[in-house]
């Protein structure tokens, strides 16, 4: 992460202090600097395209066998690829990430972490093009009888914290007279179903269905038509890494490596528009 040093501890850090601008000659890196589409990318880190993301959210981003993988880091690959650099994960809060912090504090280049667009988070960064429909959804122990939030009165309904999975859940918690619990990321969620801490949780559809086929005493009963739309995120301003995002994802969708990544991490093909 890149950090302004004062006049006071450059005075005391002189040899440090040429180190970082002999560094900083090769790759300028200004998180507040805007830029133009088609101008010159600059990078936070020299010859990586940093990414941040909260872990684990499979099939999207989570680690196996030592490594980060999934739907989003093969995507940004692909720009990664492009720019003639490796990615780089750095993992940190979704709420970190969804209220802008993140690049505030020079923490990454793109944001890639099956976020959806929303008007709230497009005022504190720039999204690129849709890339990956979703819904929301309940998940609940199998043969819990809990199909809809209507059977949840009185019951205790889980939530990730700033997802819009919780907005839903707050927006519909009066009518319904559910509580809700938070929960910091996806697995704590989906275990406190799991193991009946809680009667149901809600999130993203695909991440719900990815966990029941490999728990079976969990399943998903119904879906809200909320018709999200899941964006990478650069920093507020930053037109020509978004430009440039932009460009290698239609480039995908058009010569068929999105499909072949859609079909790796879902097992299908995705649905045409």
Known sequence: M???????????LPAFALAVTAAGCAEEVNPGQDTEAGGEIS??????????????????????????????VDLVDLVAKDLGVEQEIFDTSFEGIESGASFDT????????????TDTRQKVMDFSDGYFDAN??????????????????????????????????EDNKDKFGYDIR?????????????????????????????????????????EFE???EYGIAVRK????????????????????RYDSIYEKWFGTKPQSK
Do not use: W
Request: hydrophobic share 40%; with cysteine; net charge negative.
């Open 136 to 169: 929301q959804a309940l998940l609940v122990k199998k043969g819990s009888g809990v199909t809809g939030l209507e059977q949840l009165k009185g019951k205790v309904l889980g939530v990730q914290l700033g997802t819009t999975g919780e907005k839903y859940a």
């Open 182 to 222: 938070q929960y910091e990321d996806l697995a704590l969620l989906q275990t406190a179903v799991k193991t009946g801490q809680i009667d149901a949780g809600i999130n993203d559809n695909s991440v719900l269905y990815y966990f029941v086929k490999d728990n079976p005493d969990t399943e998903v009963t119904t």
């Open 237 to 256: 301003g930053d037109r020509a890494l978004l430009s440039k995002v932009n460009e290698v994802l239609a480039a995908a969708k058009q010569d068929g």
């Open 43 to 72: 990078l936070i880190n020299e010859g990586k395209l940093t990414t941040c993301t909260h872990l684990p959210y499979p099939p999207f981003q989570f680690t196996e066998s030592g490594k980060t993988v999934g739907f989003d």
């Open 226 to 228: 909320t018709g999200e």
């Open 106 to 117: 020079g923490q990454c280049d793109v944001a890639a972490a099956a976020m959806t667009i």
């Open 2 to 12: 890149a950090r302004r040093l004062s006049l006071r501890a450059l005075a005391l």
